[in-house]
């Protein structure tokens, strides 16, 4: 069995938390690894604290938060989707060494400035002028079982989070192991061709739709057992 690792898997808008990664976090655990899924605020079991003021500097803070409480080190840390914003913040404000192993699943890859505004070519049609932004379901494609579980747990999201820019200063770049992973669809293409361009970057592709934790959690936990090393 492989060293112990922890990993912090963090899930992107809308929806997440434990449920979210239950079929990952169960197939890490098996292979000896802690694993945590924290709940962003504002979402899903932290719904009732959605009108504090939450936006992408509070995302940023949960998880270097619950990092730095649980003593954290040597980790992988794991984003997906809107999360790629969250976790480019984190490596910002923790102290190096303690990513061992970043991975983007399926998310967005910022650079200095940039809010996800920016960078999602379709936000504008999604958000329109609502705020908080109601959560979307066609992520789910033909999967109506999908489709149907998205409407049961999706949390309206702030609208703050999604226009906020991030500020980088390269730490996400001097993090040792970076892997990128594309699902299917092409809002994300750009941001895999980016990595896929690096060779300071892992690529990987899932055969499945936007939530490979939800349609294909086996072969999403075998991905970031690659990314450990």
Not at 77 to 87: E, Q, R
Not at 88 to 113: C, H, M, Q, W, Y
Not at 137 to 147: C, I, P, T
Not at 153 to 179: N, Y
């Amino acid at each position: 069995m492989a060293k112990e690792t922890t990993f912090v898997l963090v899930h992107g808008a809308w929806w997440g938390g434990d449920w979210f990664w239950r079929g990952v976090a169960d197939r890490l655990r098996a292979e000896g690894h802690r694993v945590f899924t924290p709940m962003l605020t504002g979402l899903g079991s932290r719904a009732h604290l959605k009108d504090c003021g939450v936006d992408l500097s509070l995302h940023i803070l949960d998880i270097v938060k619950l990092i730095e409480w649980e003593a954290l080190t040597d980790i992988v840390l794991v984003g997906h989707s809107y999360a790629g914003m969250v976790v480019s913040g984190a490596a910002e404000k923790l102290p190096e060494g303690t990513i061992r192993s970043i991975v983007f699943l399926d998310a967005f890859l910022p650079e200095n400035g940039e809010a996800l505004a920016d960078i999602a070519s379709n936000f504008k049609d999604l958000a329109g002028d609502h705020d908080p932004v109601p959560p979307p379901v066609f992520f789910a494609g033909d999967n109506e079982a999908l489709k149907a579980i998205l409407e049961k747990r999706g949390s309206p999201q702030s609208r703050a989070c999604f226009e906020e820019p991030v500020v980088l200063t390269g730490a996400r770049e001097r993090i040792a192991i970076k892997t990128y992973v594309l699902a299917q669809g092409p809002v994300f293409l750009p941001f895999y061709e980016k990595a896929k361009a690096d060779p300071g970057w892992r690529t990987e592709t899932i055969d499945c739709a936007h939530f490979p934790m939800l349609e294909a959690p086996e072969e999403t936990a075998e991905i970031l057992l690659r990314a450990m090393e």
